[in-house]
Every structure is written in C-alpha cells, then in structure tokens.
C-alpha cells in the first residue's frame, strides 16, 4: 500500500480497494471516499459525524486534545490579546491580516451598512412583545434578501462580498432592535462615530431622552467575547449555513438558517441555558446535588457549558473568558450578584473537575461556560445571549459562506441514509384496513 492511499477490504466478498488519502496541513488526514459507493456499493455511515469531513476548508484548525483553536492560523490567544473584531472579520474573511489602510476602509464599509431599510423596522412591531429574541432575529434576517437583492447573484463575487459586508454590519442593528421591541423601547439608529461594540451598546442600552456614554470596558469586553466567537469550523451552525448554500440559496436565507440551528441548547442556546442553571443552583450548598443529576442517565439534567464534541481538553475559549470575567466583574464592581454568581460558577467547575465521571469523559467547561456571566455583568438580559453570538458569528458564517461557493467543482450537500422503514408493500384502500 502506498504512503497516500488505505486500503478498505470486504470479508463479504474478499474485493479490496484503495482509497486516496489526503493531507491536511495540520491535524488528521482524511480517506477521500467520494469513489466509496462506486467501487463497493456501500455507504459509509457516520451520524453526527464522528469522522467525517465534510469540506475542505482554510479558516479555522482546532485540536481538541490539546486545546488549541487557530484562526487562519493564528493562535486565538494571540488574536484576543492583541486583536479587534472587525481586524479578525477581516482576517476570515479575505485570509488575511488587514494593513493599516485595508483595516480603516473595511471599518468605513461596515459602519456604512449598519442602517435597515426603514420597511425592515416595520417588521418587529409585528412580533409579540414577548417573543424570543432569537425568534425575532432569525425571521427578520431571512427577510432580508426581501430587501436587499441587489446582491444576491451568488456567482457575482462582488455581490458575494456586498452580501458579506451587509451582514456583518447589520447583526447588531438588528440584535439591538429585537431587544429595544421586547421591552418596548423605541428602536435606536446605529451612530457611525462609535465602534462596532460600541455601536452594538448604544442602540440596546441609549434612549432618546437622556445621553447615554458607552463603558469602554463593556465595549472591549464584547469586542473580545466577539473575536472568541467568530468561528469554530464546522459546528453544526455553520454546517448549516454551508449545507443551505449548496443548494445556491441566497445568503441572507443561508445565516438564518445558521441562526436557527444555534438557537438550539446544545449549541449557542448553551450559554442562556447556563445562567438559568446557576440562578437554580443558588448556592454552594446545591451544588453535589446539581452534579448527581448530571451523572443520572435517566435524568435528561446535563451540566450546561461542560463538554465539547471536539475539545477534550480544557476550552481555550473558555480559558480566556474565565481570565477575562476576573477582570470585568472587578472593573464594573458587583452588580446584581454577578460576583457571587461567578463564585458558583468556579466552584461548580472545580468540584466537576475533580469528578470521575467528567474525568473520564473528558468534560471541561466550553465557551459557554463564563461567557454568560460576562454578558449579564454588561447587564444584557440572558434571553439575548444567543443574540450576541449570532452576531459574532455571522463573521465566520459568511466567511465560510463565501469560501464554499467560489470553491472550485462547488456541488449541492447531499447526504445519503442508512434506510431502516418498512420494504415495498402494497396500498390498503381505506375500507379494507383493520
Ligand atoms: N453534562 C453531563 N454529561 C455530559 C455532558 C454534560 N454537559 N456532556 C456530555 N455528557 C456525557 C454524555 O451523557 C455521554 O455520557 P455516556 O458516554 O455515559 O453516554 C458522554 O458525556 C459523551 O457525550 P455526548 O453527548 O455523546 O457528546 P457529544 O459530542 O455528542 O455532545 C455536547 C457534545 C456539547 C452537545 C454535550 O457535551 C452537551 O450537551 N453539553 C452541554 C451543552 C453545551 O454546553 N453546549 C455548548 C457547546 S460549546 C459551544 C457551541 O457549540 O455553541
């Protein structure tokens, strides 16, 4: 067998293939099994997709074993000590770095594209004022391909670009506004003097009858939970977006279809789901019990923000903000019990730790984690959590958007099943059924 191929061989039938292997330029390589069916008449299987690549890509390297996430290959440390947001959009988004000049008109783009059309704002008077925000944001960006079609031809790559920018730039205005309808103020412009954090603050938290000034630690802080959240390969929102635009939808449909899967719990809904179970637990005290439950399988209870499908190992994500909670909870002081909560949250951590049952299946806290704690010391209710993930994330959303359709041979996602439902029978009309 050469160095570049494996062999799969049937004991049914004794055939064996080869099968091409391809490198990768860091971590595993994968078996190129696109002949598989072909050559042996089987499917592979994989639910969940344990071992499957499902693209190629270059934006983000993750190895989980040993907790290290790289954007373009640059070290996420790196990149939250000494980075911005929209430097690192940027980065995702074109491969690249800005330069100094590529930075200051990216900036003048993005702050250029935050306004909605004013129909669009007409839009969330329409929901109930007790809708999720979630809810509110993943029907208010599928429409805007409604409004925006000028850049909606896919194979046009400055349309594509226009599409991307729209996004990115729009996020907060639109997070902001789901936020100003639930609690019934009126909704704020974006203001082209403040940054993209900055900005995102001032439309959730200004009102028209007094001045409001930004926190510039709450502005850094989101700023840097932002760069956090950018991107992290093909988790199953971004899969999402990238299995919606195989199919050549528009852009703006393909992010709310991202959105809506990470609403779900298991994904960006996480972080909400955390807070929730550290105001349950309230104390120490509660604590073994919360952890009991976690460990009974016939209790669905599971630790939120404890456990990754990839990392097996300490979230690096979660390193940072758990870092990072020290100093914004000692910077904004101790509001509505923040400190003590975070106090619960390192305790729950330390006693789970030292658990065998996390031990073994090598469950450590996620980006999830501390990341609420952080939101909530900003004072952004918890139902918003999501909401701010989303916007981060649209910033790889797209990027990977992007990168999928001008790669080369780009074909519908089209995956095939394991069939289990009944073999071929025979139409009962109604009268004869028993
Ligand atoms: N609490 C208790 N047990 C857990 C937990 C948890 N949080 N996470 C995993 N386990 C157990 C699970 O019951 C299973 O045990 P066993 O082998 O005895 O059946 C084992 O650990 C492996 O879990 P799994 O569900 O097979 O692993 P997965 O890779 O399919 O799921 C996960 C990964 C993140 C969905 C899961 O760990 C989880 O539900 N965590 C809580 C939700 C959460 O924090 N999600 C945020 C993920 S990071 C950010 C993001 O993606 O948005």
């Keep these: 067998m050469s160095k570049d191929t494996a062999t799969f061989r049937d004991n049914n039938t004794g055939t064996e293939i080869e099968l091409p292997v391809i490198r990768s330029t860091q971590g595993p390589a994968v078996v190129d099994i696109g002949s598989f069916y072909r050559q042996t008449g089987y499917f592979t299987y994989d639910p969940g997709f344990l071992s499957t690549a499902s693209c190629e890509s270059a934006l983000t390297f993750i190895d989980g074993k040993n907790g290290v996430l790289q954007y373009r290959g640059y070290p996420i440390e790196q990149l939250a000590e000494q980075s911005n947001f929209l430097e690192v959009a940027h980065l995702m988004l074109y491969g690249e770095l800005p330069t100094e000049d590529e930075l200051a008109q990216f900036r003048t783009i993005i702050t250029h594209h935050s306004m909605l059309n004013e129909s669009l704002r007409n839009f969330f008077q329409g929901f109930y004022h007790d809708a999720h925000p979630m809810a509110i944001m993943v029907g208010v960006v599928g429409s805007l391909s409604a409004f925006y079609h000028d850049s909606t031809d896919i194979d046009n790559p400055r349309h594509r670009e226009i599409a991307a920018h729209r996004m990115i730039a729009k996020m907060p205005t639109i997070a902001a506004a789901c936020y100003k309808h639930s609690i019934g103020e009126p909704l704020v412009y974006p203001n082209n003097a403040l940054s993209y954090t900055g900005n995102l603050l001032n439309m959730m938290f200004s009102v028209p009858c007094e001045e409001y000034e930004v926190d510039p630690v709450a502005e850094k802080a989101l700023d840097l939970i932002f760069i956090l959240h950018i991107d ?80 097996k190992n300490y979230d690096p994500r979660a390193k940072i903000i758990r870092r990072m909670c020290h100093e914004v909870l000692g910077k904004l002081g101790n509001n509505h019990g923040n400190e003590q ?27 999830d984690f501390y990341s609420g704690l952080i939101y909530r010391a900003l004072g952004i209710p918890t139902n918003m959590f999501t909401v701010m993930f989303a916007i981060a994330r649209t910033a790889g959303w797209v990027a990977h958007w992007t990168e999928m359709i001008s790669a080369k041979g780009q074909r519908i996602g089209r995956p095939r099943q394991l069939y289990v439902g009944p073999k071929k029978r025979d139409y009962i009309p109604l009268a004869q059924r028993k």
């Design 232 to 311: 992290h390969e093909q988790n199953a929102s971004t899969s999402t977006v990238r299995l919606a635009g195989s199919s050549r939808a528009n852009p703006f449909a393909c992010i709310a279809s991202g959105i809506a899967a990470l609403w779900g719990p298991a994904h960006g809904g996480a972080n909400e789901a955390v807070l929730n179970v550290l105001e349950e637990i309230g104390d120490v005290s509660q604590i073994p019990k919360y952890i009991a439950r976690a460990k009974d399988k016939s209790d669905p209870f599971r630790l939120m923000g404890f456990g990754h499908r990839i990392y």
């Design 341 to 367: 909560l975070f106090e619960l949250a390192l305790k729950l951590e330390e006693i789970a730790l030292k658990d065998d049952y996390f031990i073994e299946r090598k469950l450590y806290p996620n980006v």
